[in-house]
T-cell receptor, first 110, second 116 residues
Framework: QKEVEQDPGPLSVPEGAIVSLNCTYS??????FMWYRQYSRKGPELLMY????GNKEDGRFTAQVDKSSKYISLFIRDSQPSDSATYLC??????????FGTGTRLLVSP | SAVISQKPSRDICQRGTSLTIQCQVD?????MFWYRQQPGQSLTLIAT?????????ESGFVIDKFPISRPNLTFSTLTVSNMSPEDSSIYLC?????????????FGPGTRLTVT
């Protein structure tokens, strides 16, 4: 079993939809949770960073962490075609070593 | 956040040869990391490079295959040695933000390697 599980998609939605991206994990020691966005042929770009459980909002993006269920989510409101990318969840016990999911490919159609 | 560049951006190499990938950062950073991203798989940490000391390798990765240099606080290289088609992958360097209390990691654009 992988430490971090993420549905590879693709997830296809129409413009303006609310998108929900999710990851589950098995290591209860993970404390730091991140979402990266990766456009085709580009490096991952840090989107959201949360510590421990709870919610964090930044513009159209909301990250949720439920440590009791070992489940994290990223919500995108009013999705745009420019949001079409692969979204990677990542987590760590402390600093430095990140463990990534395989990424979910999101397609937002106009 | 730091601006990270990598050279080359892509290369096609023959099996048995070696390729050195460069990573340059526009600010001084303590920790640099090298990852591999294979098709359909998650990013996997190869090693951590701390300036002035030997790189620390993750399980499954060895120095003879992936030698790393870290000569100063803004630069690192990763060499993929004696390449085989299984080494075809995207190689990414990342840096830890020393100025942030939570030490986020930022990634370079990657080097796309194809071994024939």
């Amino acid at each position: 079993q992988k430490e971090v599980e993420q549905d590879p998609g693709p997830l296809s939605v129409p413009e303006g939809a609310i998108v929900s991206l999710n990851c589950t994990y098995s290591n209860s020691a993970f404390q730091y949770f991140m979402w990266y966005r990766q456009y085709s042929r580009k490096g991952p770009e840090l989107l959201m960073y949360t510590y421990s459980s709870g919610n964090k909002e930044d513009g159209r993006f909301t990250a949720q962490v439920d440590k009791s269920s070992k489940y994290i989510s990223l919500f995108i409101r009013d999705s745009q075609p420019s949001d079409s990318a692969t979204y990677l969840c990542a987590m760590s016990e402390g600093f430095q070593k990140l463990v990534f999911g395989t990424g979910t490919r999101l397609l937002v159609s106009p | 956040s730091a601006v990270i560049s990598q050279k080359p951006s892509r290369d096609i190499c023959q099996r048995g040869t070696s390729l050195t990938i460069q990573c340059q950062v526009d600010s001084q950073v303590t920790m640099m990391f090298w990852y591999r991203q294979q098709p359909g798989q998650s990013l996997t940490l190869i090693a951590t490079a701390n300036q002035g000391s030997e790189a620390t390798y993750e399980s499954g990765f060895v120095i003879d295959k992936f030698p790393i240099s870290r000569p100063n606080l803004t630069f690192s290289t990763l060499t993929v040695s004696n390449m085989s088609p299984e080494d075809s992958s995207i190689y990414l360097c990342s840096v830890e933000d020393d100025t942030s209390p939570t030490y986020e990691q930022y990634f370079g654009p990657g080097t796309r390697l194809t071994v024939t």
